[in-house]
């Protein structure tokens, strides 16, 4: 079945620094991609999303390219802030009925000034 | 436009007792989802609808039922609670071919079973 792999967390950096967070994927086909942010004591909310090979989603300085010979769509961003302090979720809609999403176990994002 | 809502959003249950998750939303979407969320493993599916009267399991159903008798509602229902369904409870909504699929969550209930 469909699976997603994030690295895990607590990942915690300096204001300013870039930031990675790994996330790759298992699934047939061609999967949609994406990934999510929870901010403390809130809902998840859609940051980026990708829909096929190379595209390159990017929202708030985020960015992430579906790579498909990887399988792998990894978060990055070239200067975090304290208010990117949240976790994130990778996430991948497959080919099944339903518009179904699988979920990675999520990495928390700690920005201290 | 509210989006998702949820009630309530704490809850403490015993063991054995029952109780109803509520979930709305009010942007005319005909997929709507439960979903369970544990420490450190990411969000669980446990069952999901495509349109009213149209329920599936999802990864995680038992113990659980659902039904979808208008567009705008989906509520779960625990019948036996048990310590292990103490989790955080997220309902979401999407809607085919808008917005690449994505999915609208609401704010989440706490449940804790004791």
């Known amino acids: 079945g469909d699976s997603v792999t994030q690295m895990e967390g607590p990942v915690t950096l300096s204001e300013e620094a870039f930031l990675t967070i790994n996330c790759t994927y298992t699934a047939t086909g061609y999967p949609s991609l994406f990934w999510y942010v929870q901010y403390p004591g809130e809902g998840l909310q859609l940051l980026l999303k990708a829909t096929k090979a190379d595209d390159k989603g990017s929202n708030k300085g985020f960015e992430a390219t579906y790579r498909k010979e990887t399988t792998s769509f990894h978060l990055e961003k070239g200067s975090v802030q304290v208010s990117d302090s949240a976790v994130y979720f990778c996430?991948?809609?497959?080919?099944?009925?339903?518009?179904?999403?699988?979920f990675g176990t999520g990495t928390q994002l700690k920005v201290e000034l | 436009n509210a989006g998702v809502t949820q009630t309530p959003k704490f809850r403490i249950l015993k063991i054995g007792q029952s109780m109803t998750l509520q979930c709305t939303q009010d942007m005319n979407h005909n997929y709507m989802y439960w979903y369970r969320q544990d420490p450190g493993m990411g969000l669980k599916l446990i069952y999901y609808s495509v349109g009213a009267g149209i329920t599936d399991k999802g990864e995680v159903p038992n113990g659980y039922n659902v039904s979808r008798s208008t567009t705008e509602d989906f509520p779960l229902r625990l019948e036996l609670a048990a310590p292990s369904q103490t989790s955080v409870y997220f309902c979401a909504s999407s809607q085919p071919g808008q917005g690449g699929y994505e999915q609208y969550f609401g704010p989440g209930t706490r449940l804790t079973v004791t």
């Open positions: 996430a991948l809609r497959g080919l099944g009925g339903g518009n179904k999403l699988t």
